[in-house]
């Protein structure tokens, strides 16, 4: 039975990534904390609003250097703290201290792109790829096939997703699309594939553009999908070794 081998968050969309044992999942909504914040650059109208697409932010695929960047939150009092193997050490409050962000990660950002200039965060609303509040799968049998066509040492993390699982053949996660899986106490719906971006070739830890994820998955598999995107249906707690079933 395929079970969660571990769980992961991004705060700040693009920008950090954090482990966690256990989260609590509630219907409708993306996992706690994850995309709570963006960063939008300045040929972007993204404002706290509404949901916007990817291309309105500073995100991986443009800027590798950003795949580095780890991630501590404290969710009592909304504080991150953000880790950079060329920055130092930096805590502050995203939703008050933009300036101090933005000056802390301009060294490691490509200066010929459009530059970051604010933070957003939507009330209620992580700033998932998605249009609709989604939590993101990925089975690590099928990173390995990928990973034994590129390096042993691919990292899962170059995915960015919620869950990571094992316990089920290769490639049989795109099978539950439309079907509804029971996570630990939580149920979701798979609603579809996810197509992968240049965000996918930074090496989560250097940063820096180091293996063709892309060029692999269409030369080996026929296309550039890796992971499922799904939404939760029952709310319920998560952890890690917890069992996975389509119910």
């Avoid at 991004?10 to 990534?17: A, D, T, V």
């Avoid at 697409?53 to 953000?82: D, N």
């Amino acid at each position: 039975m395929p079970t969660v081998q571990a769980l992961w968050r991004h705060p700040i969309k693009g920008h950090s990534r954090e482990s966690l044992d256990h989260v609590y999942l509630t219907e409708g909504q993306t996992m706690p904390f994850d995309r709570r914040w963006a960063v939008a650059h300045e040929l972007s109208d993204a404002d706290n609003t509404a949901w916007s697409p990817c291309q309105a932010f500073s995100r991986g695929s443009r800027t590798a250097s950003i795949m580095g960047i780890s991630s501590k939150t404290e969710e009592a009092t909304g504080q991150v703290t953000l880790y950079h193997a060329e920055l130092p050490e930096l805590t502050f409050d995203p939703d008050r201290e933009q300036d101090a962000f933005l000056a802390w990660v301009r060294p490691i950002m490509q200066t010929k792109l459009a530059q970051s200039v604010r933070i957003v965060r939507v009330e209620g609303r992580g700033m998932t790829d998605t249009d609709y509040p989604s939590v993101s799968l990925i089975n690590l049998n099928s990173h390995a096939e990928v990973a034994e066509k590129i390096s042993p040492d691919l990292s899962p993390l170059r995915w960015r997703c919620n869950i990571h699982f094992d316990g089920l053949d290769a490639w049989k996660e795109f099978d539950w699309v439309g079907q509804t899986i029971r996570v630990g106490e939580a149920e979701m719906k798979i609603e579809e594939p996810i197509e992968r971006c240049l965000a996918t070739t930074a090496n989560p830890e250097t940063g820096e553009r180091d293996a063709d994820t892309l060029g692999t998955l269409m030369r080996a598999f026929d296309h550039i999908n890796f992971g499922i995107c799904a939404t939760v249906t029952h709310s319920g707690r998560v952890a890690m070794g917890d069992s996975i079933e389509v119910v």
